[in-house]
T-cell receptor, first 112, second 119 residues
């Protein structure tokens, strides 16, 4: 049973445009969400997070939106750059429990 | 060191042999996690440590898999009698942990993984 879902295995975007990566979750106890970026042959690196008390968190070109009622979050990258090409993982956890569950990932390609 | 260190970076082993994978977390990080990524798949949770204890071993695929952590630092993941389906990248991560009742959440910091190939 996949508790964190990323239904788009891949996404292709033109340089300079907006990239929108989506994530859905099923466990209503999740209250902290993270996005990670992974390049080949490297470990995932932390990008941005959001707590369930917020509906938006912004850090430079990266913004995460959380819709708790829909159990949906999204990562917006604007403007997209070729160096953003990587696999993006959505992850979730309960604050009172330390297990972090990852989605299957979305491979983003930013075309110059 | 500055980041999470894993060794070896690559391991090729014959089916049936035992392997041991090592993780050195970031100094001061009390929580340590092991994940597995098979080819074309997402990150599969295996086990995590809070200090030296492992509150959640639910992700270990079989009793051939075990992990330990000593001194709230180094952790080893051991796979006995390896099978071809064990081939994957094994990722270790660490984070600060301020208690399971804390309202503070800390992101995981990952190592570059050990690529295990069982022939």
């Amino acid at each position: 049973d996949q508790q964190v879902k990323q239904n788009s295995p891949s996404l292709s975007v033109q340089e300079g445009r907006i990239s929108i990566l989506n994530c859905d979750y099923t466990n209503s106890m999740f209250d902290y969400f993270l996005w990670y970026k992974k390049y080949p042959a490297e470990g995932p690196t932390f990008l941005i997070s959001i707590s369930s008390i917020k509906d938006k968190n912004e850090d430079g070109r990266f913004t995460v939106f959380l819709n708790k009622s829909a159990k949906h979050l999204s990562l917006h990258i604007v403007p997209s750059q070729p160096g953003d090409s990587a696999v993006y993982f959505c992850a979730a956890k309960e604050t009172s429990y330390d297990k972090v569950i990852f989605g299957p990932g979305t491979s983003l390609s930013v075309i110059p | 060191g500055a980041g999470v260190s894993q060794s070896p970076s690559n391991k090729v082993t014959e089916k049936g042999k035992d392997v041991e994978l090592r993780c050195d977390p970031i100094s001061g990080h009390t929580a340590l996690y092991w994940y597995r990524q098979r080819l074309g798949q997402g990150l599969e949770f295996l086990i995590y440590f809070q200090g030296n204890s492992a509150p959640d071993k639910s992700g270990l695929p079989s009793d051939r898999f075990s992990a330990e952590r000593t001194g709230e630092s180094v952790s080893t993941l051991t796979i006995q009698r390896t099978q071809q389906e064990d081939s994957a990248v094994y990722l270790c991560a660490s984070s600060l942990l301020l208690g399971t009742r804390s309202s503070y959440n800390s992101p995981l910091h990952f190592g570059n993984g050990t690529r295990l190939t069982v022939t």
